[in-house]
């Protein structure tokens, strides 16, 4: 049975909860399969979770790999394969709690920089899993500015091999997954030298560990990098090279290639790998930011319907914690932007597709936009899921703090992605570039991309809404955010250039503005955000029941961005101050309207029991039940602690009545 | 060995560059040359002590981390004693390097057990109970909040039925949710614990009272019959605490074991009602400051950390062709940090204005004038909100500011932040707090608008009923605001608060005169009025702040802290933008003027920026953090570190034989 106080929720929803859902997946097949998935993986009692939170990173690790393992058993029983329908709900279903992620990034390398005689070689193998693979890239002293690189691959024409070498501590290998304990094998990137002369960056493969008894090859110190804020079931591993030596065939070398007699050949165009870096940014969007932050919302939101506390009418039973306008305002804006980003990784992956479909005609004219795009909403979404998941947490009150309601691991986990594939302010600066040039070329009557267009538009105009119900048309707030996007554009971009008319060299005058510049980008991305989810909401013609609620919701995304972001849009006047009042009492009268949808909102995410593995936010609601009965399985309370023993006892007993 | 004991020739270049002396500043911060001397001296007791030396905690489990966490709180107590360490102060300095800033499972039988035993037991009681208590026979903790009720403490279900025919009390937990659940030391440690409860009598309800309850057997530890306790199981962090539960089925307890210094209940049954209890006040004042404190002590530990780090890491390149940069040159590397550093600094003097005026008034409380406790309160209650809802999130900038290398545990980071962000929720929900701070506010302004004056932090809601806000005369009011000098930025700060203060308070009136409860109109405001006191404490912070600089008598370190608080000012202004510019009080001249200005201090400060962290002085073992290390040699001790790793013990890990090899012959 279902706590009573969360079942009443469920009876007063404006709409179809299965429609939703069905929706959300793309259509009612989508839906089917995806159950059909989870429910396969999660009835498997080799995938339990269920002990997860008491675990030791020993424990997490051996979990991980038994799992990793049981699952290539599983997909041949189940005949599900990499490129069914089925595949992308896998990794959904487990969580992420598998190893073996980066032998699957391994494998993507060799098919995307090997030649087809290396990729007929290894690939077979790493399918085949006669070698575990990792993505050896990033060093203790180097991340995401990859040219400063410091290993080095130093050719001998005598033995027609490159040797590899960790010339000081700061040129270690560091963090890449997989590697502390699994893989036999890794890409390298490494300085290729050949008869002292520097040519870059290049990936090689080297064999780590032996085939028979798993020790480290000679030249070889690998390891653990100790414990880490999260992914405790992954072996971030650790890499020094000395004098190792692998054949001249173990370069990767789809677009370049060493010879015999150590020329360096270079052909073909290496513009691909920033493609192959903008599809890893996307598809990490999805299962490892976007979910995470729709579970933090189901459970939050759930437990705030279950939560009573203090009394809002006198005389009455104590309130839900959802009923306090407070809690409304931390909560209902994170859900919001959960859709949002759902919708936007649609788009991304629609612009996506559509520059493969061109790159593979041989038409790159779409990578710098693909490029910015990728970069600008990794770094907005993941920072902004981040700080919804920890909001989320908060908001839970001490009960959140507990590992058992399940948010501190979403937390810990999601914002590891604000750093990996890019660091975030990093990427935003990417875009900033691109959106600066676009801007000089627009204004110079050049043209451009069609998403950018706006910018040669920059006037000074005034908003025309007259009152509060006003602000509920797509069309102004998105115009506000359009203004305000190109306003931070072409000020950033007029102060680039009087500085450097001024005399500053175009470097020290970038960094002097890059604080500038970071903001600009997140304007743009959020404007195509507000836009995207207001053309979505247009396009749900067809399916009133839950057209109405998407509205709200897209209405309460965009005035909750102006009412807490609210300098940026009077700043040049665009917004008056009466009219950021009217603002605020929109976006507030909002609250207690997507209140009543709130748990049906976080329903139709359809998320299993197992797959939140909350004692907060399970369907029942059975919120305090499930904590007790969940503590009584800690270690803790297995056995008498051997601190007694060995500590209190003696302390107890008279040790010190002595003082 | 030689090289180790070498400093990053980065780090030595930072030191020699700063324009003033570091130990100045620490002096200031300590609160004088002697108090300085006296902390060292207690750091040097406890960290040159073999006893207190253990693994690094990274690598144990959270049993081992209890284990190890309970032997120093032994040893502890009884060093304490030995070196005749009695002023509160020192106490927490020796117990902080102990435990390295963590918390401990005896911090609820220290912290509150024996402090509420001493206020609220009767003499007898005291006779009884303190010095079992002083000499851990009896460990206690202190039971309050349940699985469904916390700040809201009316809501509380625990009973205790008094029942005259055999002079004793009948404790029960009713409900599931009335399970005691979150107390400190509760789990595993304490044998004894304060229980709040419903007191039942003559078959009243009398209210919350507090009564002493035997829970583990003396001798065998064991719970006794009509007990169930034990651990809530693994948490964000607080891994060396026994958060426990505790639930009572017809548990019996002496009459005696009420605490009744103030209620009683007589043997008859009869309920004598208490005095009021104004001190009470004065405990939550306490706390919170002590939180407040807390809020500046763990950002300048992140900022210490990240700080350090950002001189030592160098990457990609400013100039083309030149070598790597410190990161710490990035514009928006020192928009990342220094704002923080400014924040920590602002806070760590907000913090000791509310100690020093809590001490002045509970010296006023003996001869009876308590005139000033409930501002003191109410102000306290906002800015434990703000400072804790500030650092939290400021600490996880520094984390990120770090990039990969913050996510390991190496970097400490991540221990600091597990550690401080529960004070969000404890000793008072956030948001409960800032909404108490609104009620005071809103109060004051209808004391205003009624035609009295008011007094102290809220007294420029005076100026609102002598020259009614109106916007052309506040616009006329912006010329005078001078965007160098941290004066007229404090009265900007000024204008802002009376005016979201105003705002909140008549959009609750509004709200009011449509006829709603007047629950339900707060309600419907209490996202303005959160508003509302987060303007009034940011004012606050600023004017502490300012004045602050005044008191500074060097000129060097002046310089330096004015710099600061300029930058702490100007960046708020930069980040609420649409307060200042809505009604008129900055121009967007004037803005444009601030964004240029936290730029222009960005770079002022930068040069100054490791010495300023020194000047917070953590020694390396106390800050547990490679990246944050004094000497700057961090990657080779990184590598040292993760040797250590637990995944590292055995060359080939078992889980290869166990699945890797099975999986790899089968395929």
């Known amino acids: ?659 | 060995a030689a090289a180790m004991a070498m400093m990053n020739a980065d780090l030595r270049r930072e030191r020699a560059a700063a324009t003033f002396q570091t130990e100045l500043l620490t002096h200031i911060l300590d609160g004088g040359a002697e108090r300085t001397r006296r902390r060292k001296e207690i750091e040097a007791l406890v960290l040159n002590d073999p006893d207190f030396q253990h693994e690094d905690l990274n690598f144990l489990s959270r049993s081992e981390r209890y284990e190890q966490a309970i032997r120093k709180s032994s040893l502890m107590v009884m060093k304490l004693r030995e070196y005749g360490i009695a002023d509160p102060e020192e106490i927490y300095w020796f117990k902080s390097f102990v435990h390295r800033g963590r918390p401990e499972p005896l911090d609820l039988h220290l912290g509150m057990f024996l402090p509420t035993l001493l206020t609220q037991a009767t003499p007898e009681q005291q006779d009884r109970f303190f010095m079992p208590a002083w000499n851990l026979d009896i460990i206690g903790t202190y039971a309050q909040t349940e699985m469904g009720h916390g700040t809201h403490l009316r809501g509380l279900e625990t009973t205790a039925t008094y029942d005259p025919a055999t002079q004793e009390f009948i404790l029960n937990s009713p409900t599931v949710t009335s399970i005691k659940w979150w107390p400190g030391g509760l789990g595993k440690t304490s044998n004894h614990a304060i229980v709040l409860a419903q007191l039942y009598t003559q078959g009243q309800c009398k209210g919350l009272h507090a009564f002493i309850v035997p829970i583990r057997q003396l001798g065998t530890h064991e719970p006794l019959p009509g007990i169930t306790v034990g651990d809530i199981g693994p948490k964000f962090g607080f891994d060396e605490i026994d958060n426990g539960y505790l639930k009572m089925d017809n548990y019996r307890i002496p009459r005696e074991n009420m605490l009744m210094k103030y209620a009683q209940v007589e043997p008859d049954g009869t309920y004598v009602k208490p005095v009021s209890d104004k001190l009470t006040y004065g405990t939550m004042v306490f706390i919170r400051s002590l939180i407040v404190g807390d809020s500046a002590r763990s950002l300048s530990r992140a900022c210490t950390i990240a700080i350090r780090y950002s001189a030592v890491r160098h990457q990609s390149e400013l100039k083309p062709g030149e070598p790597e940069p410190q990161i710490l040159d990035y514009q928006t590397q020192q928009y990342k940090l220094f704002p923080l550093l400014a924040t920590a600094y602002a806070f760590h003097f907000v913090g000791a204005y509310i100690k020093n005026t809590y001490h002045r008034i509970s010296g006023d409380i003996s001869d009876g004038d308590l005139s000033e406790l409930p501002e003191l309160h109410a102000l306290t209650a906002g800015l434990k909100a703000f400072t804790s809802w500030t650092a939290n999130a400021g600490i996880e900038e520094c984390r990120m500011a770090c990039g990969g290398h913050g996510y390991s545990r190496c970097s400490g980071i991540p221990d600091i932040y597990v550690t401080f962000t529960p004070s969000c929720t404890y000793e008072g929900e956030n948001t409960v707090m800032m909404l108490q701070t609104a009620r005071f506010l809103v109060k004051s302004y209808t004391q205003v608008t009624s035609g009295q004056q008011v007094t102290g932090m809220v007294s420029y809601l005076n100026d609102l009923s002598r020259q009614r806000i109106q916007p052309q005369h506040v616009a006329a009011r912006t010329v005078t605001v001078r965007i160098n000098d941290p004066a007229s930025l404090v009265e900007a700060y000024k204008a802002r608060a009376a005016r979201l203060v105003e705002a909140a308070a008549k959009n609750l009136q509004a709200e009011l005169n449509h006829r709603k409860s007047k629950e339900e109109a707060w309600n419907r405001t209490s996202v303005d009025l959160v508003r509302a006191s987060e303007a009034h404490c940011h004012y606050v912070v600023v004017k502490l702040f300012t004045a602050k600089l005044s008191e500074v008598s060097n000129a060097a370190v002046r310089a330096v802290l004015t710099e600061l608080c300029l930058l702490y000012a100007l960046y708020g202004i930069s980040k609420n933008t649409g307060d200042f510019l809505q009604v008129g009080i900055l121009t967007d001249a004037q803005i444009t003027q601030v964004n240029q200005s936290v730029k222009e201090l960005l770079a002022i400060i930068r040069p100054n920026a490791v010495a300023l962290v020194d000047s917070f002085d953590f020694h390396d073992v106390h800050l547990g953090s490679v990246l944050g290390r004094y000497d700057g040699n961090v990657y080779e001790n990184m590598f040292e570190w993760a040797k250590k790793s637990p995944l590292n013990k055995t060359e080939v890990h078992q889980s290869f034989h166990k699945h890797l090899k099975p999986m790899q012959s089968k395929l």
């Open chain 1, 1 to 659: 049975s279902v706590n009573p106080d969360l079942a009443s929720e469920r009876q007063t929803a404006s709409f179809s909860v299965e429609k939703l859902t069905v929706w959300l997946d793309g259509g009612v097949e989508n839906t089917r399969t995806r159950r059909a998935v989870v429910e396969a993986i999660e009835s498997d009692p080799v995938f339990s979770r269920e002990n997860q939170y008491f675990q030791s990173q020993n424990e997490r690790y051996e979990a991980a790999v038994r799992k990793a393992v049981h699952l290539q058993k599983k997909m041949h029983e189940m005949g599900w394969t990499e490129n069914g329908p089925e595949y992308k709900y896998i990794y959904r279903a487990l969580a992420g709690d598998v190893a073996f992620l980066l032998h699957r990034i391994f494998v993507r390398s060799i098919s995307m920089l090997g030649s087809d005689k290396q990729i007929a070689k290894w690939i077979p193998l790493a399918s085949q899993y006669q070698l575990i693979g990792s993505y050896a890239q990033t060093e203790l002293g180097h991340g995401t500015y990859l040219q400063g690189l410091e290993t080095t691959a130093v050719f001998d024409s005598t033995t027609q091999e490159f040797i590899l070498n960790t010339p000081k501590i700061s040129a270690m290998k560091w963090w890449p997954g997989d590697m502390g304990r699994s893989a036999t094998h890794t890409v390298a990137f490494a300085q290729l030298y050949i008869q002292g002369k520097c040519y870059g960056v290049h990936p090689f493969i080297v064999q780590i560990r032996s085939l028979r008894d798993h020790s480290l090859c000679p030249g070889i110190t690998a390891g653990d990098i100790g414990p880490k804020m999260s992914f405790e079931h992954a072996d971030n591993g650790f890499l020094l090279l000395q004098g190792v030596r692998v054949p001249r065939e173990n370069m990767l070398s789809k677009f370049c290639e060493v010879q015999p007699d150590g020329t360096y050949v270079r052909w073909g165009s290496q513009k691909i790998n920033y493609f192959t870096m903008t599809s890893v940014r996307i598809s990490l969007l999805s299962d490892e930011v976007i979910m995470p932050t729709m579970k933090a919302c189901t459970i939050a939101i759930r437990y705030s319907v279950v939560r009573r506390q203090s009394k809002l009418k006198p005389g009455e039973q104590e309130a839900k914690i959802l009923d306090y306008q407070t809690q409304q305002e931390k909560l209902l804006p994170q859900l919001a932007a959960a859709y949002a980003f759902y919708f936007i990784n649609d788009y991304l992956q629609e612009l996506f597709d559509n520059g493969y479909k061109e790159i593979q005609k041989k038409n790159f004219d779409m990578l710098p936009e693909l490029h910015a795009f990728s970069s600008g909403f990794k770094a907005v979404v993941t920072q902004h899921c981040t700080s919804a998941v920890e909001i989320c947490l908060r908001a839970c009150g001490g009960h959140g703090y507990s590992l058992l309601s399940g948010l501190p691991s979403l937390y810990t986990k999601i914002l590891a992605s604000c750093i990996y594939e890019g660091e975030n302010t990093i990427l935003l600066l990417q875009t900033a570039r691109f959106l600066i040039k676009c801007f000089m070329a627009a204004s110079a009557g050049q043209p451009v991309p069609p998403s950018v267009t706006y910018l040669a538009a920059v006037k000074p105009r005034r908003c025309p809404a007259k009152n509060k119900l006003d602000f509920l048309s797509p069309d102004i707030y998105t115009e506000a955010y359009q203004h305000m996007a190109a306003r931070l554009v072409s000020s950033t971009a007029a102060k680039l250039q009087d500085l450097i008319q001024s005399g500053v060299k175009k470097h020290d005058a970038w960094n002097q503005c890059t604080v500038q510049l970071a903001q600009a980008s997140k304007a743009h991305c959020h404007y195509i955000a507000v836009k995207n989810f207001a053309e979505t909401v247009e396009k749900l013609q067809t399916q009133a029941g839950i057209q109405e609620i998407m509205k709200h919701l897209c209405d309460l995304f965009a005035l909750h961005g102006i009412f807490s972001n609210a300098g940026a849009f009077l700043h040049d006047g665009y917004l008056s101050g009466a009219q950021m009042d009217m603002v605020t009492a929109s976006y507030l009268d909002l609250l207690p309207i997507i209140r009543k949808d709130a748990v049906p909102l976080v329903d139709a995410f359809d998320f299993t029991d197992r797959s939140l593995n909350s004692a907060l936010g399970s369907y029942d609601g059975h919120v305090y039940q499930r904590l007790y009965e969940w503590a009584q399985k800690s270690p803790t309370n297995k056995q008498m602690s051997p601190a007694y023993e060995k500590y209190l006892k003696p302390l107890l007993h008279n040790k010190l009545s002595k003082l």
